[in-house]
């Protein structure tokens, strides 16, 4: 998912559990937000919805993109013989289809990211209460985002027992290499539109 590494940052980056202490010093745990994001099923859904949504743009995108080419086309094959008045309807119509196109685009990408965010949201409050609920289970005072750690004792990484309260057998999931990256999801594709023909004069 290309912004869920953004969405874990802004929500998530380091998640401070003050609860227990241990004999008055503090206990320090560390995890992986988007390694535990990606075990989880809902991931996968998350996914496969952008991607069905990603597809479904750029779909309407090509079709308005082919509507105004055919009508930019047949505007060159005839301009010649057209009289004034027609002339300009056409480029005043085509001008429209560029600038409708142009807005469907920034229109389409910010609808994605919002759908992306919507999706997301929810899983990482989820994840974010576990990491809580481990943190004070455990005795952690504060529990840091591995990313933002340089070192740290194996013993500390929290993230199996993140996935055990999320309900997931950590033993069955893939080991992240350092940082796991997010998986990308499909951006909505630009389609370059041709300009409408400077008019005639």
């Known amino acids: 998912m290309n912004k869920v590494k953004t969405l874990v940052v802004a929500f998530l980056l380091i998640s401070f559990a003050s609860f227990a202490q241990n004999d008055g010093q503090p206990k320090f745990g560390y995890t992986n937000v988007e390694y535990i994001l990606m075990q989880l099923p809902e991931s996968r859904q998350i996914e496969s919805e952008l ?26 094959s005839t301009a010649a013989t057209m009289d004034k008045v027609v002339r300009e309807d056409k480029e005043k119509e085509l001008m429209n289809m560029n600038n409708s196109i142009q807005e469907f685009q920034r229109n389409a990408q910010v609808s994605l990211q919002q759908k992306e965010k919507s999706l997301v949201d929810p899983v990482i409050n989820k994840i974010d209460q576990a990491i809580k609920d481990v943190a004070k289970e455990n005795g952690y005072t504060y529990v840091l ?3 933002a750690l340089l070192a740290g004792p194996e013993d500390g990484d929290i993230s199996p027992l993140v996935l055990r309260k999320l309900g997931v057998d950590p033993s069955k999931v893939q080991q992240p290499a350092a940082a796991s990256p ?8 630009t389609t370059p539109v041709k300009t409408t023909p400077a008019k005639k004069k």
Request: proline share 3%.
């Open 182 to 189: 997010a998986a990308a999801a499909p951006a909505t594709k």
């Open 51 to 76: 991607k069905t949504t990603s597809t479904q743009l750029e779909n309407q995108l090509k079709a308005k993109y082919q509507e105004y080419d055919t009508k930019l086309k047949a505007y060159e």
């Open 145 to 147: 985002s591995n990313q």
